[in-house]
T-cell receptor, first 114, second 113 residues
Framework: DAGVIQSPRHEVTEMGQEVTLRCKPI?????LFWYRQTMMRGLELLIY????????DSGMPEDRFSAKMPNASFSTLKIQPSEPRDSAVYFC????????????FGPGTRLTVL | AQSVSQHNHHVILSEAASLELGCNYS??????LFWYVQYPGQHLQLLLK??????LVKGIKGFEAEFIKSKFSFNLRKPSVQWSDTAEYFC???????????FGTGTRLKVLA
């Protein structure tokens, strides 16, 4: 398996633009997580899905952020409009089943908002 | 709410020194505990995990961690670090009722050759 795939790996955009981050989880994994990593706040869980259904989005910072999972092999995290404080590395992770199974992380998308 | 504390934010060691990174969590129920490592420029990878049984858990690359329930701790140890252990280390906890991890803020380890 290729592991969790994220695209793009780097994104540079200007304030006010829409940004879409993409994730393909490992086949057969039924949980998908979106995290944001910054120096100030560390690794934060934004939202997670189970069987394509959003379960907990309490970590989404504000309405400018939205996430979808239209099918088991694809998820998006959208920021509209983007702001400089959104600059961070965004990780997607997937897991199969029970909580003590390992989460597999993607390589991350480094987002810079100018 | 659950939380995870990693008190050492930055650690610098010389090669062959012993390592212990602290991790404390704030949840009294059944927990699953993890240590992840992030090498420079790479994604997070699992080092080791605890969910039941022997509280001393051995992971990859010579790392181990001890779960001490009375202290709400899950400290990571390695008897002799190498330059290649330079990375950021994250402790995480998840309880058996929810399915999300709570990560600590991470500890940046730098090993001097």
């Amino acid at each position: 398996d290729a592991g969790v795939i994220q695209s793009p790996r780097h994104e540079v955009t200007e304030m006010g633009q829409e940004v879409t981050l993409r994730c393909k989880p490992i086949s057969g994994h039924d949980y998908l997580f979106w995290y944001r990593q910054t120096m100030m706040r560390g690794l934060e869980l934004l939202i997670y899905f189970n069987n394509n259904v959003p379960i907990d989005d309490s970590g989404m910072p504000e309405d400018r952020f939205s996430a979808k999972m239209p099918n088991a092999s694809f998820s998006t995290l959208k920021i509209q409009p983007s702001e400089p404080r959104d600059s961070a590395v965004y990780f997607c992770a997937s897991r199969k089943g029970i909580p003590y199974n390992e989460q597999f992380f993607g390589p991350g998308t480094r987002l810079t908002v100018l | 709410a659950q939380s995870v504390s990693q008190h050492n934010h930055h650690v610098i060691l010389s090669e062959a020194a012993s390592l212990e990174l602290g991790c404390n969590y704030s949840y009294g129920g059944t927990v699953n505990l993890f240590w992840y490592v992030q090498y420079p420029g790479q994604h997070l990878q699992l080092l080791l995990k605890y969910f039941s049984g022997d509280p001393l858990v051995k992971g990859i690359k010579g790392f181990e961690a001890e779960f001490i329930k009375s202290k709400f701790s899950f400290n990571l140890r390695k008897p002799s670090v190498q330059w290649s252990d330079t990375a950021e280390y994250f402790c995480a906890v998840t309880d058996s009722g929810t399915y999300k991890y709570i990560f600590g803020t991470g500890t940046r380890l730098k090993v001097l050759a």
